[in-house]
């Protein structure tokens, strides 16, 4: 089975209206000097430069700004550097992990905020075959390739453009940014030609749209890998927020991480976040999955499936600050990563070092290891096809 109809075949109009529907959900929020209100965007994103390559290469940062959201995107991986929402009391903080400066994006291997493809996740000794063909990707996670390779989209310079829209659903401001991956890069076959659009909506959600259209029959997983802490980053541990998750089943992996392909049920495990409960009250549960992956860091079976329009799937809650993260996709599964990396050898904009369970992922994407897993969904795209796929993030406080 190749790509879903919604993946394959519909149109970005109709995800950009059914996107724009699922807001709404954010609260007023008092305003703060130098920080955007929820009256405030409208205005076209402001471009500045970040940095510059070893060979010179220009890398800007443009700043978006609407309904209450504030969101920094450099073009060094597409990557999100700054995502700045409110509290309860109006108070704003970055609630993304990265890095202030070009070097620590260019020499990091934490994938902060990028933009990752061609695959997101992990392929089984960096190798698939495809139409009777086996290609050997780049192998950068021990015998397994990981998103994308050793220079995947997170380490190429994104094409970026700012933009505003205003229509019956009030003004969006974003940034569409493109890369056109050659045939070969990375190992993967056929010339693919990527979109991905960042937007905030005039209620201020975060919205990503992706699209890509190739020359030859590839393989093709994208998302985004932004660690949240709602807390603020450089604030602690995210092992007292309250994950949700409406996920029955989830893959389990082997000692590479790669699933076996099974879809194992998440009842009466560490793994069952339907309920929701903080991330920190079972990571320690000594589970022979935890073990082999040092705390979560697997993909988890959406309920829903794939669908046409983006859905719901999970919320993130922290009560301290009252801030609340609600995301929604049309893919069928999330990798829902705990920062069990991260040693406290790196440090944030804040000043302070990142150390285990400091931040966490929600990726919404395809199955790790599809090509090589022929009942997992498809992630095949051919010629004359697109690929679409959209992801929301909601903001809101209790």
Known sequence: MELSRRTVMASAAAAGVAATALGGTAQAARHTPGHPSKGSGGRMPVKELFGKLADGTKIYRWTLENGGTRLKVISYGGTVQSLEVPDRHGRYANIALGYDNLHSYVIGTTFFGATIGRFG????????????????????????????????????????????????????????????????????????????????????????????????????????????????????????????????????????????????????????????????RDIRAGHPQQVLAHGFDHNWVLDKGITDEPVEFAELRHHDSGRVLRVATDQPGVQFYSGNFLDGSLVGPSGRSYRQTDGLTLETQHYPDSPNEPSFPSTVLRPGQTYRTTTVHSFDTA
């Open 121 to 280: 996740n992990r392929i089984a000794k960096g190798k698939f075959t495809l139409d009777g063909k086996t290609y050997q990707l780049s192998v950068n996670d021990g015998d397994n390739s990981l998103h994308g390779g050793a220079k995947g989209f997170d380490k190429r310079v994104w094409d970026i453009e700012g933009y505003t829209d205003r229509s019956g659903f009030g003004t969006e401001v974003g940034v569409r940014m493109h890369y056109t991956s050659v045939d070969g890069e990375m190992g993967y076959p056929g010339t693919l030609k990527v979109t991905v659009t960042y937007a905030l909506t005039a209620c201020g959600d975060w919205r990503i749209d992706y699209e890509a259209t190739t020359d030859k029959a590839t393989v093709i997983n994208m998302t985004n890998h932004t660690y949240f802490n709602l807390a603020g980053e450089g604030s602690g541990s995210i092992e007292d927020h309250v994950l949700r998750i409406a996920a029955s089943r989830y893959t389990p992996v082997d000692s590479g991480l790669i699933p076996t392909g099974e879809l194992a049920p998440v009842a009466g495990t560490p793994f069952d976040f339907r309920a929701g409960k903080p991330v920190g």
